[in-house]
């Protein structure tokens, strides 16, 4: 008994790709049908795709020759374009790095100012300290002559 199915369960009955059996049956190895939109494989009880005649060994070897020719366009493409991405992200590690610095760097900067502004603080509480302590006329002029600040 024939059933129909649509690529993707024929895929997976037989244990290919999907596109491995949408070439099948554009080369007509499989017969196929277009309903509602969506393509359907013909396959038999044992879930075999049953096709519009079965392909010689010439035919075959030639279909074969054909993916392996695909396969290997593909994984050119596909070396290509991880060398691509190792080099963006080499490029994209040097910039980590340099930001990673550079944030460093902002972050010892902004230590430092910031132990500046406590020391001025601490500065500028001893002097108002000084000011709101009781002063007689005396010692004021000698803290004047000598540099003292009041």
């Known amino acids: 008994m024939e059933k129909w199915y649509t690529i993707n369960q024929a895929a997976s009955i037989v244990g290919v790709d999907r596109r491995t059996i949408e070439r099948r ?5 499989y017969e196929s049908k277009k309903e509602s939109g969506r393509r359907l494989v013909l396959m038999d009880a044992t879930g075999v795709p049953t096709g519009a005649h079965p392909p010689s060994r010439q035919e075959w070897a030639l279909a074969l020759e054909q993916e392996l020719a695909q396969c290997r366009d593909q994984i050119g493409r596909d070396t ?3 060398a691509q991405l190792a080099q963006e992200n ?3 590690t040097e910039d980590l790095r340099t930001e990673r ?10 230590d ?3 132990m500046v502004a ?3 603080a601490h500065q500028l509480q001893l002097q108002l300290e000084q000011y709101r302590q009781p002063k007689g006329l005396l010692i004021r002029l000698r803290d004047l002559l000598i540099g003292v600040p009041l």
């Not at 049956?25 to 190895?29: S, T, W």
């Open 101 to 110: 610095q550079r944030s460093e760097r902002e972050r010892e900067r902004t």
């Open 80 to 82: 290509d374009r991880i």
């Open 25 to 29: 049956c554009q080369r007509g190895e």
């Open 118 to 120: 406590q020391q001025n």
């Open 90 to 92: 080499g490029l994209l």
């Open 112 to 114: 430092q100012l910031l």
